[in-house]
């Protein structure tokens, strides 16, 4: 049924139930777990998006992505992984349709500031606007 998940990761602790789900779900189907992390343009704030911001971006997505990898190995999940530059949904639908995903598991809430509604601002345009099935996951009360 699945042969190729996508994790988009923030790597706030918010995405911790997703990863745990997506994790699960590749081990349970043997599908292959892809996790993006996405750089994320500020278009609001261009000038501020010099070399170090994006170099610190850069180090939180691959400590995430990392933390990602320890996990998945120790369910033995075969992982692929990308980090990418740009609007966070786009970019997370532009992999999609580029690596031939299969299923995307995302949090509900992320890094972003204020929660918008029901759903985090990127999940919601990633729920609204995916050709593939899109499971999102609630950080729990206790976290």
Do not use: C, W
């Not at 786009?90 to 949090?107: F, Q």
């Amino acid at each position: 049924m699945y042969d190729r998940i996508l994790l988009p990761t923030d790597g706030s602790d918010a995405t911790n139930p997703a990863v745990e789900q997506a994790i699960g779900l590749a081990r349970e189907t043997g599908a292959e777990l892809h996790v993006l992390f996405v750089v994320e343009d500020i278009p609001y704030a261009p000038e501020m998006m010099d070399d170090r911001v994006e170099d610190q971006l850069r180090t939180i997505g691959e400590e995430a992505i990392e933390q990602i990898r320890e996990r998945a190995d120790e369910e033995g999940v075969d992982l692929v992984t990308a980090i990418r530059e740009g609007a966070p949904h786009n970019s997370i639908l532009g992999y999609a349709d580029e690596e031939d995903i299969d299923a995307i598991v995302m949090g509900t809430h992320g890094r972003s500031g204020l929660d918008r509604y029901l759903l985090g601002s990127v999940t919601e345009r990633v729920v609204r606007t995916a050709d593939v099935p899109v499971l999102t996951v609630r950080k729990s009360e206790e976290e």
